[in-house]
């Protein structure tokens, strides 16, 4: 059992370090989409308001898709799975 947990060190290291910068990516991109989903979903409305509901609709389901609530959550979502795998790994 000893060996297969040496043999199992630089992959745990490897692991390590990319789940460390994946958080990091994931803290930056997660603001930057915010704004950006903002951003988007103000011109949504304009759309809406302007009368131009398929645009804005679209808008809407964009600016959802960038949210919080979407790409980063699945991100979230695989970076938990690949910090399970690693305390798996350790274990």
């Not at 989409?33 to 903002?38: C, E, V, Y």
């Not at 600016?63 to 991100?75: D, F, H, K, N």
């Amino acid at each position: 059992m000893k060996m297969v947990k040496i043999l199992l060190t630089p992959i745990r290291i490897f692991l390590t370090v990319t789940i460390s910068v994946f958080k990091f990516l994931l803290s930056f991109s997660s603001t930057i989409l915010a704004i950006i989903a903002f951003v988007v979903l103000m011109v949504g409305i304009f759309f809406f308001v302007d009368g131009e509901k398929a645009d804005g609709i679209y808008a809407l389901v964009f600016a959802w898709v960038i949210s919080p609530w979407g790409l980063p959550m699945v991100a979230t979502w695989l970076l938990s799975r690949l910090i399970i795998f690693r305390d798996w790994l350790k274990n």
